[in-house]
């Protein structure tokens, strides 16, 4: 590796157009998110074709903005990094189209990074001085899921949603409470005026053998909660359900550590924001001598710089890359 190796990453999975250069392996020179939080907002949800053509729009024009944050130009990229999967096919297909013409144009290699395992890599660009191994809980709007990370590149699936992934649940229920898309931050703010103890909302699945999880069944119980009792106090609402969705995500990523006699828990992923579960899994990994680590904020949510990461880890240290023939992949998992 030299020092000039520049890495574009492309991130288009869902409702971000984002767009990084990294210099080396951990070095973000540019990092620039572009949401379609305020798009999608007035139909509760991301619209597959309007986040298509929306990437369409922005991508060509953040591509040029990143590469002269990190005054270079396209002739100064040695790799093209972007996300092939999992997600939604078309944005996903934006993306990857764009990627696979600039490495092209530019003669040089292409890597289609898997998305989990970027968000993984989050945790590489803020804490390279703690490697693997450790347990990974992978929480965002789409995924909930464990793994074991026995080094980068090396993963093994411990647990998985069944159903809704928790951001998915923490939207509907924020859609049920007047709350905007996305709901995640919103609520969080609003769980903080209300008694987490106000209403006994279901831990599902939280004394389950295995390390799967199912959200769907909690957000049913908010549903019909909120019928039962139409005058009940929104922040009690929302304390209680994130109260829920905290306990399980906590009590199952401490247990799988400690069964997999790892040291370190990681928690990466949009939802690795939420102020309530950063506290309760530092609490609770106290108690059991197991470092809990969280990458910043601006990381944890979808990024190009942690695509970068991972495609350059690939290239750089495994001699990896990918044909032009690519095809995005909305159900990869690890």
Request: glycine content about 12%; overall charge neutral.
């Amino acid at each position: 590796m030299t020092p000039s190796f520049y890495t574009l990453g492309i991130e288009t999975s869902c409702d971000e157009t984002a767009v990084a250069v990294l210099k080396g392996e951990d070095d973000i020179v540019s990092n620039l998110v572009y949401s379609q939080a305020g798009l999608h907002s007035r139909y509760g949800g991301v619209v597959p074709e309007v986040a298509s053509r929306d990437h369409l729009r922005k991508l060509p024009y953040l591509v040029k903005e990143a590469l002269a944050q990190a005054g270079i130009g396209p002739a100064d990229l040695s790799l093209v990094a972007a996300t092939y999967g999992p997600g939604l096919v078309g944005p996903l297909l934006v993306g990857l189209s764009h990627g696979k013409g600039i490495a092209f144009g530019a003669g040089i290699p292409f890597l289609g990074v898997n998305h989990l395992e970027g968000h993984l890599f989050a945790h590489r660009l803020s804490a390279p001085a703690s490697p693997p191994p450790f347990m990974g809980l992978i929480v965002s709007g789409g995924h909930t899921s464990l793994v074991e990370v026995r080094e980068y590149g090396d993963y093994r699936l411990v647990g998985a949603t069944v159903d809704d992934a928790a951001g998915e649940a923490l939207d509907k229920v924020g859609k049920l409470l007047g709350i905007g898309y996305p709901a995640g931050a919103e609520l969080d703010r609003l769980a903080g005026e209300g008694d987490p103890r106000a209403i006994a909302f279901p831990r599902p699945m939280e004394g389950s053998p295995g390390f799967d999880f199912s959200f769907a069944g909690l957000k049913t119980a908010v549903l019909y909660h909120l019928r039962k009792h139409p005058g009940e106090k929104a922040a009690d609402v929302a304390a209680s359900f994130l109260s829920s969705v905290v306990d399980v995500l906590a009590a199952k990523g401490i247990e799988a550590t400690r069964r997999y006699r790892l040291k370190r828990l990681v928690v990466v992923g949009g939802v690795a924001a939420s102020l309530r579960l950063r506290q309760e899994l530092a609490r609770r990994g106290k108690e059991r001598s197991i470092e809990v680590a969280f990458p910043p904020p601006a990381l944890c949510t979808d990024n190009a710089a942690m695509i970068a990461s991972a495609g350059a880890f690939h290239h750089l240290v495994r001699g990896e890359s990918h044909p032009l023939s690519l095809a995005p992949a909305p159900s990869l998992s690890f």
